[in-house]
């Protein structure tokens, strides 16, 4: 069973950057679509990217498209995502997970807190 763990949050500027790892155990990462996703206080859980197994294609929500990229190294068992631009409205803690994601593999997510 894949494990996950996200690490790089913090806290940050408004127009500031950060860089997200989610390291995952287990030889089947590099056959799963992975995302990035987040949970903002007081609402649910969102969508926020996705890249497809091979890291070929990628697919932003609307709210951090041109800001925010996903990458992934399948030889490092890791999925990144590099944040640009950031906003108040990205404060959240950020988890990743398959895509569509599996309940069983939610971990402790990482807090990104942006300052205005």
């Known amino acids: 069973q894949v494990q996950l763990v996200e690490s790089g949050g913090g806290l940050v500027q408004a127009g500031g950057s950060l860089r997200l790892s989610c390291a995952a155990s287990g030889r089947t990462f590099r056959s799963y679509d992975m995302g990035w996703f987040r949970h903002a206080p007081g609402k649910e859980r969102v969508f926020v990217a996705t890249i497809s197994w091979s890291g070929i294609s990628t697919y932003y929500a609307d709210s951090v498209k041109g800001r925010f990229t996903i990458s992934r190294d399948n030889a490092k068992n890791t999925v990144y995502l590099q944040m640009n631009s950031l906003t108040f409205e990205d404060t959240a803690v950020y988890y990743c997970?398959?895509?569509?994601?599996?309940?069983?593999?939610w971990g402790q997510g990482t807090q990104v807190t942006v300052s205005s």
């Open positions: 997970n398959r895509n569509p994601p599996l309940d069983v593999l």
